[in-house]
């Protein structure tokens, strides 16, 4: 890889660690607007967190199975779907879901590249 392909690679990592990181916020008051309660809304993010812890590791040795790039691929689908989710008014359930996609996400894209 040449120097200037390195130099994009971690500024497009870094920008998108920060923006992944940082949307739980965003997110907490997005769903309060909803009407989701501070209950609702500490299982909702607390969920990112739980499926993260249980997901990086078995992503990484899917990764050493089928490869990065597919694993990486996977990490991107999960985090576009997540977010279409997110877009459509979710419910309890269907933020859930979305939570636990976007931790795979980020976890595939982050960890695993």
Do not use: C
């Not at 971690?10 to 990181?21: E, K, M, P």
């Amino acid at each position: 890889m040449q120097k200037s392909s390195y130099i994009a690679a971690t500024v497009i990592g870094t920008a998108y660690s920060f923006t992944d990181s940082s949307i739980s916020t965003i997110l907490a008051g997005y769903l309060s607007s909803l009407g989701f309660t501070h209950l609702q809304l500490s299982l909702v993010l607390g969920l990112f967190s739980l499926a993260l812890i249980f997901t990086s590791f078995e992503l990484g040795h899917l990764s050493d199975v089928v490869g990065r790039h597919k694993v990486i691929l996977l990490g991107l689908l999960s985090n576009i779907t997540s977010t279409l989710i997110f877009i459509f008014k979710p419910t309890l359930v269907t933020a859930a879901i979305a939570q636990i996609l976007g931790a795979i996400g980020f976890a595939a894209v982050i960890w695993v590249a």
